[in-house]
């Protein structure tokens, strides 16, 4: 007999603690924040719920179900890693992932209490265990500094008529052995207005040869405004 008030509130409880997970990932801008958590914790607690309810019979085994999240739920975290440079980001996203999957099966299978611990030692790992890593980072390597790799965004606005020379002019500026150019788009503005926007990216941070670049292209009359910004890749988990 299927109790749906249990069903429900088993439901309800994976996607909130799924949630719950993904708030701490999204806050720190990663790349599966609080509704790829939630799916997750939800997806996994759908095929418990699925492999308690929908066998029957002497031959039946609902842990296969349940079994087949943790090896399944590998080929999403491996979709979050991305390998820049010489440096891997998106490790501990995908094992939040994989806990979040965990925390969904034992909500899924009516451990409710053991859910919500499990999601509230994973949130204070998340937290509390990324400034120790960092320490135990320095008394092993008191030389260690951490890596800068950046990537910047060049934002260049001109008129309509002056695009083409002007993208030339950015492709020029950013085209340097230190840089490594990933795209340059452009976009339509009212009033005939283009803003092109270069991505590129450099294995340290290198603050000079952006603004370099900047006195390169500033200088063209055509040009109206200019601006950029950084962002560090290193310890982006």
């Known amino acids: 007999m299927i109790d749906w008030i249990d069903i429900t509130l088993r439901i309800g409880a994976s996607i909130s603690l799924g949630a719950l997970i993904g708030i701490e990932r999204q806050w720190r801008s990663r790349t599966a924040g609080i509704r790829t958590n939630a799916l997750v914790s939800l997806g ?20 296969r179900v349940a079994a087949q999240i943790v090896s399944g739920i590998g080929f999403l975290g491996a979709g979050v890693i991305m390998k820049q440079g010489a440096s891997i980001s998106g490790l501990n996203t995908a094992a939040t ?11 899924g299978g009516g451990l409710m209490w053991i859910a919500a611990v499990g999601t509230v030692t994973i949130m204070a790992a998340n937290t509390l265990l990324r400034p120790l890593g960092r320490l135990l980072d320095r008394r092993v390597s008191p030389g260690f500094k951490e890596s800068t790799e950046s ?3 060049f934002e260049v606005r001109c008129m309509r008529e002056h695009e083409v020379t002007i993208r030339a002019a ?3 500026a950013v085209h340097r052995p230190e840089l490594v150019v990933k795209s340059i788009a452009a976009t339509d503005l009212p009033e005939d207005v283009v803003v092109i926007s270069a991505i590129v990216h450099s294995a340290k941070r290198n603050d000079s040869e952006i603004e370099q670049a900047i006195a390169e ?18 310890g982006v988990d």
Do not use: K
Request: hydrophobic letters at 55%; aromatic letters at 12%; glycine letters at 6%.
């Open 44 to 63: 996994a607690a759908l095929f418990v719920i699925m492999g308690a309810y929908s066998f029957s019979g002497t031959d039946a085994d609902p842990t």
């Open 97 to 107: 992932l994989w806990a979040s999957a965990a925390v969904g099966a034992l909500a």
């Open 151 to 153: 990537e910047y965004t």
């Open 170 to 172: 950015v492709f020029r």
């Open 217 to 234: 292209v500033i200088e063209a009359p055509e040009v109206l405004s200019v601006r950029w910004s950084a962002d560090d890749l290193s």
